[in-house]
C-alpha cells in the first residue's frame, strides 16, 4: 500500500508471502513432503495434503520454485512446475476479435486465405451496463 492512501503512514502488510528457490526446499512426490532448508541446518518437513492424483500430472515435470503464503488462517504452499515442450510448425493463424455485442474468431492460411469465421453472440455490454447501475446504487 502506497503511504499516500494510508494517509502518510508507514506502509501496511496485506500480504505475507516467501519465494523460494529450488536449491532451498526438496519435494518428493512418492512419499508427498516437502522439505524446507531453513537457517543454521534446521529442516521443517510438511506432508502435502493435495491428492495423488494430481500429483501424478505433474510427475514428470521439473519444479523450479516454491512460493509460501500465509493469509490470517493457516500458511498455503504453492509449487510451480515447468515443462520443455517441442515446438511444432503451425499450419494456421487465428485472429480473435472481442467486441461488446460479439466474438468473432477467424482462421487463416498462411497465403492469407479464410479458412473459417465464426461469430458468437455476447452479453459483454450488457453486463457492463448492470456493473455500473449496481455501483450507482
Do not use: C, Q
Not at 36 to 51: I, M, P
Amino acid at each position: 500500500m502506497f503511504a499516500k492512501a494510508n494517509g502518510g503512514k508507514k506502509p501496511v502488510l496485506r500480504k505475507l508471502s516467501a519465494r523460494i528457490d529450488k536449491y532451498d526446499y526438496r519435494l518428493d512426490l512418492e512419499s508427498m513432503t516437502l522439505t524446507l532448508k531453513l537457517h543454521s541446518e534446521y529442516e521443517v518437513k510438511l506432508k502435502l495434503v493435495t491428492s495423488r492424483e494430481r500429483v501424478e500430472k505433474y510427475r514428470n515435470w521439473g519444479n523450479y520454485e516454491l512460493v509460501v503464503k500465509y493469509d490470517g488462517e493457516g500458511f498455503w504452499v504453492l509449487v510451480y512446475f515447468k515443462k520443455t515442450v517441442k515446438s511444432v510448425k503451425p499450419k494456421n493463424i487465428m485472429a480473435i476479435d472481442l467486441n461488446f455485442d460479439n466474438l468473432t474468431l477467424a482462421v487463416f492460411t498462411f497465403n492469407g486465405i479464410l479458412i473459417r469465421l465464426k461469430r458468437f453472440r455476447i452479453l459483454l455490454r450488457k453486463i457492463l451496463t448492470h456493473r455500473i447501475w449496481i455501483g450507482r446504487i
